[in-house]
């Protein structure tokens, strides 16, 4: 089975749901009733030695900086601040100075996005991983699903795409912030952050929202990286599509605030890529050309070289 | 460095502490600010393949079972019910019908003890684990710490201990029941599960209430299994004093409840075991002698075998 095929096993399987639980498995959190204005937001992740990290090519430090920031991206994706945080460690050894560098990597993380860390566990292991369990809150009115998305709404998204895993994969900078400015200043109709890449988190998106979308190719931000690493226009935006692991946000909003979107929110760039379309169908246009988008578009995108 | 002085060097590097926070790293949950009436409670904890279970000796559905069961006797420990639970996999393999059997453990457990699955992810590695996290709630008044035990009150189990891994591991029943009747119905100075052992944990309930406690070894309450196992009355103590994982409540109580304490709870045995003390000295009495108990007691107890 494939990890989707298995996420969509589980869901149907074990997920329960009663008054209390306003959103379960299926968007970047889960969310529950708080307080009269707030919902609590709580997500779990986890980063694994040899599968999201090597320990000869990344510091313990960067490690422990990860951990935290792939939850508080999911977090980021509902609209929401983060609260607390809970951490869990598998460790195959324990010297006092490898934990003292992951140590620092959570503590830098809690005075920059401004989280508590509340609870720890560690135990043996002959792998090193690490599973955070991040906790948040969000305004009922802020709020953002992946569902909302409208026939004719704008698709935007945060910073530049591509290539994560050469550099930015161990310097992630959770989108809190630019979150917040957008869900207070405009009604965002949809949010995801995009992990596994944008062709597959954008095809979440629309098949949540029961629509389509059509993507402007050559628009799409690319990273300094993917430029480096890609030898045509094609390769880039390739890359810029299906890498994943930048953790950047992707939203929807109606055509009518295209004006008032600002190109940047503090020092991040905000790009129009795209437009939500009626018609279940995930189409990019290059060149005046329409061609298909697949979530493995990898291996779907021929035409982009011909 | 040992688990407890990575804990305790976490506990000193990491954990902030704000007023919405009344709990951190050091009990069984973390407890935080939540409604009016209640606190909410947060845990974090994992098994491992080859730490805590081996894929030859358990099935997936044990497996399952175990990894909540843990985190609910945290919440039980605190005098909480749970609400909501979070689980991170890491998996080898991902063939449906072992995913199914683990699945199969869960939901099991959250028919059991009425909780709800919000939240999960799941990631490839090269060993099974999984990491759960629990949310549970406890009215404020019911809320039980390991500090609260006074000089003179008494010491209670419940159910039996010892050789738990040979078979009551993989079907813990987390005490969420008998700790909701005892917080209703009794004062409890302080409460903690026994995970590590009962030398281990009721040190550890001793240090943070800073008080010492005598046991009477002959009254500790032993598992069949240990019976078995066992050669000597001298070795069943020791088996039951340090062999952990029963995950049995271990809870104080001021002596003038004595007389009101049940025998059992549904049909969970209860068991006075020992009494606080003011001095900060963790003894036991095993024929009239006392004798000294330490965290690590199997290596310091030579006296009970002479």
Redesign the interface.
Known sequence: ???KE??E??RK??????K??IA??GDD??V?K??KNDYLL???????E???FKLNQATYYQIGKKAIAVNLSDIAAMGGIP??I???I??PE???ET??NL?NG??YM?KRYKF????????????L?I?V?A?GKVEKKYLKLRNGAKEGDLIYVTGNLGASQIKKHLNIKPRIEESRFLVKNFPISAMIDISDGLSSDLITLSKESNVGFNIFLEKIPLSNEVKKISKTKEEEILHALNDGEDYELLFTIPEKYKNNIPEKINKTKITLIGEITKDREYKGIYKNREINITASGFDHFPILTS
């Open positions: 089975m494939k990890e298995i996420i096993f589980i399987s074990v997920i329960t749901r009663s209390n639980i379960g498995i959190t889960a529950v708080y307080t709580l997500t779990i992740d986890s980063i694994v040899n599968v999201h609260l607390y809970l951490i869990s598998g460790l324990g010297e006092k934990i003292g140590l959570f503590k809690a508590e860390i509340i609870g720890g566990n560690l135990t043996k292991s002959n792998i991983f599973d369990c906790v």
